[in-house]
């Protein structure tokens, strides 16, 4: 699950970057602060689905999600 997080919170700042946006216009674009954003991408605050959903959609992102069995 830790790995998970990491990944997300990396791959949200990679993309932020890319897009040119800074942590304090990703911040109004999904009505957190800077430092919220900040701590999101360190991994250090959990964010919501809720949240996670407002990032994708200002960055233009897709969100999937796969729930089938794991292969043993």
């Excluded at 701590?39 to 689905?49: D, K, Q």
Aim: proline share 0%; aromatic share 2%; charged share 30%.
């Amino acid at each position: 699950m830790e790995q998970l997080k990491q990944d997300i919170s990396k791959l949200i700042k990679e993309t932020r970057i890319r897009k040119g946006l800074t942590q304090k216009e990703l911040g109004a674009l999904i009505g957190v602060s800077e430092s919220a954003v900040a701590r999101y991408e360190s991994g250090a605050l959990n964010m919501s689905t809720e949240v996670l959903f407002k990032i994708a959609d200002a960055m233009g992102m897709n969100i999937s999600v796969d729930l089938s069995e794991k292969k043993e």
